[in-house]
């Protein structure tokens, strides 16, 4: 912080923060309902096909790609395969690996779901804020991203 910059009081970093943790929880719920209502989706089992590369992808490269452990990628794989949106192949060099695809089913749910997640942040979140707003907070989110190793928000230019 440049010394120019008057001092932030932690108290209201921690209501930043707060507000933070309750816009995403409203907005995650809101894509919740709506996948649950359109496609029988949870946002985890969102998560998972949207992580699914149309090549497929090995069980431990998808669990590094979502935010479940590789114990619940492998059980949210099963579930997926039963409803017939993925299948598990295994891999025969490695015993305990598995390769998964999407079935047309999974891939035609995903479109669908991918829609619909896209339909809901702009409802219930893009709306509220300007094209600067929107700039901004991801030229901020960028900078989490960038220390983190991830890809940034990949802002239009």
């Not at 999407?102 to 669908?112: H, S």
């Not at 991203?145 to 990949?154: L, M, T, W």
Request: glycine content about 8%; some cysteine; aromatic content about 4%.
């Amino acid at each position: 912080m440049p010394d120019s910059e008057p001092a932030v009081p932690l108290a209201f970093k921690v209501g930043v923060w707060r507000s933070y943790m309750e816009v995403h929880q409203e907005v995650l719920a809101e894509i919740g309902r709506a996948l649950d209502e359109r496609h029988r989706l949870s946002v985890s089992e969102f998560d998972t096909l949207v992580n699914i590369p149309s090549a497929g992808a090995r069980m431990k490269d998808l669990g590094k790609r979502t935010v479940l452990t590789q114990s619940a990628v492998s059980r949210m794989c099963d579930r997926l395969a039963k409803r017939g949106l993925v299948t598990r192949t295994p891999v025969a060099e490695d015993q305990r690996g598995a390769l998964i695809l999407l079935t047309d089913e999974g891939r035609a749910v995903r479109r669908a779901a991918v829609r619909t997640n896209a339909e809901v942040v702009d409802q219930t979140f893009a709306a509220r804020l300007s094209g600067a707003d929107l700039a901004a907070l991801g030229a901020i989110l960028d900078r989490f991203a960038v220390a983190a190793g991830a890809e940034g928000c990949g802002l239009p230019e």
